[in-house]
């Protein structure tokens, strides 16, 4: 009777594990709803048909919407904010250009610029301050000192407060803002996206989805005009490449390069509004 108890014990014993090897082990999280912002669970759901221009740096430094392929002066590829991102220095004056297309030079009206950038502070002089202007992503004109847009990190930032100086022209047209008190820009990765609506003939300025300087008048009304555009410059101001893109100036000892990561840069041709701008960070956050 023992013995028939046992070999009993013993059968159902194989059969549930027969029964339970056929099924995987319950996980909760694919059983959670997508994540989900504002009704967006992935950036390229926001405005996909006014993306203009598009640098993953996913180990390539073309723009993925014309393909056009990018003009690398030492730059490098780096873990990036997601993936890959591009890897620049001073100690090699490295940055990055790239031809527009016309849908930048000669078709945009608003725009959205976005990107995530992890500066290195530079201080060989020792003073607690960044050794010369930092250029970030800036689109050139060839005519002028300044470009059609620029956006750079201005002297005097320290690990403690940064100052960021953006600049923009339309025509002969040109306007500047400036966000002083900017923390946590080096060593940390951030996001700076700004946008320029010609129905409202306003600039925008957000750092991390938030809006870091409010919607600023402009001395010019309605679409953009950019003129004698060159490349689009990543990692340095348009005079500090070489040759010099800026006509009649070179290089500048008051201005440096990039040194640190730079990722995720986006054109839009439309000024896209703070909820898609947040969603766009959020999600990003989270490699969506």
Same mark, same amino acid.
């Given at each position: 009777m023992k013995t028939k108890y046992i070999k009993m014990m013993l059968a159902l014993s194989v059969a549930g594990l027969l029964t339970t090897s056929c099924y995987k082990e319950f996980d909760p999280n694919s059983y959670a709803p997508a994540f989900k912002i504002n009704g967006y669970s992935s950036v390229n759901q926001i405005q996909p048909t006014k993306l203009a221009a598009y640098w993953a740096f996913e180990g390539s430094l073309n723009d993925s919407v014309s393909n056009i392929a990018a003009t690398n002066t030492k730059a490098a590829f780096a873990p990036g904010f997601i993936g890959e991102g !591009? &890897?620049? !220095?001073?100690? =090699? /004056? &490295?940055y990055i250009m790239v031809d527009p297309t016309p849908a930048i030079t000669t078709d945009l009206q608003s725009f959205t610029l976005s990107f995530w950038v992890n500066p290195t502070f530079v201080d060989k002089n020792g003073d607690g301050s960044i050794d010369g202007i930092l250029g970030l992503v800036n689109l050139s004109n060839t005519k002028n000192f300044w470009g059609n847009i620029d956006m750079f990190v201005e002297n005097g930032s320290t690990t403690a407060s940064a100052i960021i100086k953006i600049h923009v022209a339309s025509d002969t047209l040109e306007t500047w803002i400036t966000k002083t008190g900017v923390t946590n820009l080096f060593g940390a990765w951030t996001n700076h996206t700004l946008t320029y609506d010609a129905a409202t003939s306003k600039i925008t300025y957000y750092i991390n989805g938030s809006v870091a300087v409010a919607a600023a008048a402009v001395p010019w009304t309605g679409a953009l005009k950019f /003129? =004698? *555009?060159?490349?689009?410059?990543f990692g340095c101001v348009q005079f500090q490449t070489t040759p010099s893109l800026t006509s009649g *100036?070179? !290089?500048?000892?008051? !201005? &440096?390069?990039l040194t640190g990561s730079l990722d995720e840069v986006r054109i839009y041709n439309t000024a896209l509004t703070a909820t898609e701008i947040n969603s766009m960070v959020v999600l990003q956050g989270k490699s969506k």
């Open positions: !591009a &890897s620049l !220095a001073v100690i =090699n /004056k &490295s /003129k =004698n *555009s060159g490349p689009w410059v *100036s070179g !290089a500048q000892d008051w !201005a &440096s390069y």
